[in-house]
């Protein structure tokens, strides 16, 4: 079994570029992902880094030593899987990332129940609306809203998920009411915009006569926390661009009301992504069923909400 740890050590060692990265991965010390590399190497007999005070670098052996580890790893994970799937006692831990506003309103409330369902599988949940790396952050599944081009992954598609613009009656009857995605342009509209490294969301993309069209918006506030910007929405400090599900409440109560009817924006994607393997491992199957069991009611009950009259 030691050798087994040496080796998946090794490949979360080639796979974030350091030690002490793979060993916080691996919830271990950085002195025992070390020792595990040198017996890999004294088993070896080759060197697998290069090494200096700054820098790690996999050598060619370790290269060629990564591609085998990776079936080695990928053999005993699928028999354990088969195991699981024959004696229908699926066991182990999952890790699952979601964006804040799926994970909070769905998934989150749901894993105490799956627990119960399958008491032999913890959850290691993670939420963020950033763009999430299976491979490099140590994850077996991740829900999205988009539409992810990351062809090294599988994706099962949940549902089609509408989108709506919105601001608040105060910020309206202040700034006047939007029609069309050029107003948001011409009449200096604050867009409260959901920003990290790497995020698309400088540019709204909206539906239009010509089709679909991308305005390049901007306002004074923005966030990598979804739930953040609509707060401030609610606040009457700008624009938001919201999955329908994660504003219904507020738009059924008049807190918030649609903008921008004219150019509303495309839907997206809701969906689970997880990696390539000859079969899914049982575990990941079973909570993404689960899980799709309970979205899709979910969302479908938010536009009912969000379009029955208030009073």
């Avoid at 004294?42 to 060197?47: I, K, P, S």
């Avoid at 182990?92 to 994970?103: M, R, S």
């Avoid at 809203?145 to 099962?156: I, Q, T, V």
Wanted: with cysteine; glycine share 6%; hydrophobic share 40%.
């Amino acid at each position: 079994m030691s050798y087994f740890e040496n080796i998946k050590t090794f490949i979360r060692v080639y796979e974030l570029g350091s030690m002490s990265a793979a060993a916080r991965d691996q919830r271990i010390s950085p002195a025992v992902a070390s020792s595990r590399i040198s017996q890999l190497e004294t088993h070896l007999n080759v060197r697998l880094f290069q090494r200096t005070t700054r820098m790690l670098h996999a050598t060619e052996q370790g290269q060629i030593f990564y591609d085998g580890a990776l079936r080695i790893i990928e053999a005993i994970e699928q028999a354990e899987a088969d195991v699981n799937d024959v004696t229908m006692n699926p066991r182990g831990t999952i890790f699952v990332a979601a964006p804040l506003g799926v994970g909070r309103r769905f998934i989150a409330p749901a894993v105490p129940e799956f627990k119960s369902a399958y008491p032999m599988i913890d959850v290691r949940l993670r939420l963020s609306d950033r763009k999430i790396d299976l491979s490099t952050e140590g994850l077996d599944l991740a829900f999205f809203l988009g539409n992810p081009k990351d062809s090294a992954l599988k994706m099962r598609k949940i549902t089609d998920c509408e989108r709506i613009l919105c601001a608040s009656p105060d910020y309206v009857r202040r700034r006047g009411h939007p029609k069309t995605g050029q107003d948001l342009i011409s009449q200096n509209h604050d867009c409260l915009l959901l920003r990290f490294p790497g995020s698309p969301e400088f540019q709204w993309a909206l539906k239009t006569e010509e089709g679909l069209r991308k305005f390049s918006v901007q306002g004074p506030f923005e966030s990598d926390d979804g739930d953040v910007l609509t707060t401030w929405a609610l606040n009457g400090q700008g624009i938001i661009l919201k999955p329908l599900f994660e504003v219904a409440e507020h738009l059924r109560s008049g807190a918030l009301v649609p903008v921008v009817e004219d150019n509303p924006p495309e839907a997206v994607q809701l969906g689970c992504l997880f990696g390539h393997r000859r079969r899914q491992d049982p575990k990941a199957r079973l909570f993404i069923t689960f899980m799709v069991d309970r979205i899709k009611p979910a969302l479908e009950a938010a536009a009912k909400i969000s379009a029955a009259p208030v009073g």
